[in-house]
């Protein structure tokens, strides 16, 4: 009877452990507070990350323009705004040099998309061009230009 409650006991054991150990791998559940938070840090998103999704976006901005996709241009011009005050978030070192460009990076866009003006919309796609690269600059990454009218776009949104 004995060895039958030790089998018993055993099996228990072995089960309770291997349940606990799955629950345990989970460092979302296990983890304290401050060790969770830690983690979280460890994996938002780094300037290369979002600089991966800025490079796609500015190919897209172009063509869209070049299309006449006039609202999709614009969203993506939005949506590089946003990954900025990201960076500004994520990467406080970058925090300054993201600001400038928010203030004078975007500057003419307003016009000439609301006028679908492809002249105009060239002329303000350059100045950006040259304000991305001397981010590039201050931020010890001079070596990465870009494309003065990108090749084709990567969306399936676009023709
Ligand atoms: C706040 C400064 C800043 C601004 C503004 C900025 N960049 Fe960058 N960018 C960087 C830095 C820094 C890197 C290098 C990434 C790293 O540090 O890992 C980079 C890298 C890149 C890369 C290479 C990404 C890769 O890993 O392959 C592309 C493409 C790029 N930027 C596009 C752009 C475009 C397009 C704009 C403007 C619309 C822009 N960037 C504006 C700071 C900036």
Redesign the pocket.
């Known amino acids: 009877m004995v060895t039958i409650m030790k089998y018993f006991l055993c099996l228990l054991l072995t089960l309770s452990t291997t349940i606990s150990y799955a629950n345990g791998a989970d460092w979302r559940k296990s983890d304290s507070d401050e060790e969770k938070l830690k983690k979280i840090i460890k994996v938002i998103p ?3 990350d979002i ?2 999704q ?2 796609e ?2 190919k897209n901005l172009y063509w869209a323009a070049k299309q006449g996709k006039w609202e999709f241009a614009e969203y993506q011009l939005e949506e ?1 705004e946003s990954l ?1 005050k990201t ?1 500004m978030i994520t990467r406080p070192k ?1 925090k300054e ?2 600001r400038n ?1 928010l203030d004078y ?1 975007f500057n003419g866009y307003e016009d000439a998309i609301e006028n679908k003006n492809w002249g105009a919309f060239q002329k303000t796609f350059n100045n ?2 040259q ?2 690269e001397h ?2 600059e ?4 001079a070596f ?1 230009k ?1 494309q003065k009218t990108p090749i084709k776009g990567s969306s399936p949104a676009l023709d």
């Open positions: 780094s300037t290369s600089m991966f800025m490079g976006r500015y590089m900025l960076l970058r040099t993201a460009f990076g950006m061009r304000a991305c981010c590039h201050l931020n010890q990454h990465i870009l």
